[in-house]
């Protein structure tokens, strides 16, 4: 099993570009969702899913998209990129949607806006 | 709005110290909390699972222990090791299946 994978592991990319950041999980799992983490602000949610074909937003969705048409993979584009989306960012899923235990999280990706 | 807060920040121990970890949450209605580790460069692994209908759990020399009422989840490490230095990181799990985090705590065991 290769758990969580996320590509790329770093990017930097200029304002007003646009990307998408890559996570597949390969454990057929339901949930699946996406971090970003800033020093001194803990994880906080930008988008989840809780199944194929189901999305919703988390606590900071704005300038992201997701989607997810398949079980494995859980794409999150930028629709353009701010100075204010430099972040990590990690992708994270589990089996249950309803106690999100255990979180099976990627090893992140470290995104630089110029 | 749930909001997570961990105190401290980060703190320092010598080996072989038992210590306790701080989580508080404003918002009792919540179905579960859990414990994180993050490894410098890494992404988190979890440790431990607290049903909201349960008071403690346990995993080694772990245990985690909730007060639902009071807004409080407690990590004790026992007999630390400079292995255990990473951060930690509890998280709140409600109805709306959104994990909301706390701020973390950077522990350093000192060998």
């Known amino acids: 099993n290769a758990g969580v994978t996320q590509t790329p592991k770093f990017q930097v990319l200029k304002t007003g570009q646009s990307m998408t950041l890559q996570c597949a999980q390969d454990m057929n799992h339901e949930y699946m969702s996406w971090y970003r983490q800033d020093p001194g602000m803990g994880l906080r949610l930008i988008h989840y899913s809780v199944g194929a074909g189901i999305t919703d937003q988390g606590e900071v969705p704005n300038g992201y998209n997701v989607s997810r048409s398949t079980t494995e993979d859980f794409p999150l584009r930028l629709l353009s990129a701010a100075p204010s989306q430099t972040s990590v960012y990690f992708c994270?899923?589990?089996?249950?949607?309803?106690?999100?235990?255990?979180?099976?999280f990627g090893d992140g990706t470290r995104l630089s806006i110029l | 709005k749930q909001e997570v807060t961990q105190i401290p920040a980060a703190l320092s121990v010598p080996e072989g110290e038992n210590l306790v970890l701080n989580c508080s949450f404003t918002?009792?209605?919540?179905?579960?909390l859990q414990w994180f580790r993050q490894d410098p460069g890494k992404g988190l692994t979890s440790l431990l699972l607290?049903?909201?209908?349960?008071r403690e759990q346990t995993s080694g020399r772990l245990n985690a222990s909730l007060d639902k009422s009071s807004g409080r989840s407690t990590l004790y490490i026992a007999a630390s090791q400079p292995g255990d230095s990473a951060t930690y990181l509890c998280?709140?799990?409600?109805?709306?299946?959104?994990?909301?985090f706390g701020t973390g705590t950077l522990l350093a065991v000192q060998p």
């Open positions: 918002d009792s209605a919540i179905y579960n």
């Open positions: 607290i049903q909201s209908s349960q």
């Open positions: 994270a899923s589990s089996y249950s949607s309803d106690s999100m235990w255990p979180q099976h």
């Open positions: 998280a709140v799990g409600g109805a709306t299946n959104k994990l909301i």
